[in-house]
């Protein structure tokens, strides 16, 4: 269970490096408000699905509500800076949660 467990994170975590290495050498979105949409859309589906199984996190919640008021205030870069945080969040509480099942004394 160990071994599996180890190769799905090592994937996953190949999987998010090779995303986020593609997304940061060019700008595939042509405009800032379809990009905000997409980051808080993806954000907010992740939030709830970890609601849920009741794995979200305090602060997700509340940093999508301070991406959508940065947006709404006129301040995109920020507001879209956030909402991928929030996603990031929401990953990471999938991956912990997978991490809790193995948890515990090892007899």
Known sequence: M???LIIALSV??????HANFATSS?????????SFKSAVKA????????LAVNIAWRDTG???????????AGKTAAAVALANKAHAQ?????AQA???????PSF
């Open 26 to 34: 060019y700008n595939w979105n042509n405009s800032s408000a379809d």
């Open 2 to 4: 160990k071994k599996v």
């Open 43 to 50: 954000a907010e589906t992740g939030y709830k699905a970890n």
């Open 90 to 94: 929401t990953v990471n509480a999938t």
């Open 62 to 72: 509340k940093m999508i509500k301070e991406a959508k008021k940065l947006n709404a």
């Open 12 to 17: 996953f975590t190949f999987a998010t490096a």
């Open 98 to 104: 997978a991490l809790a099942k193995s948890a515990g």
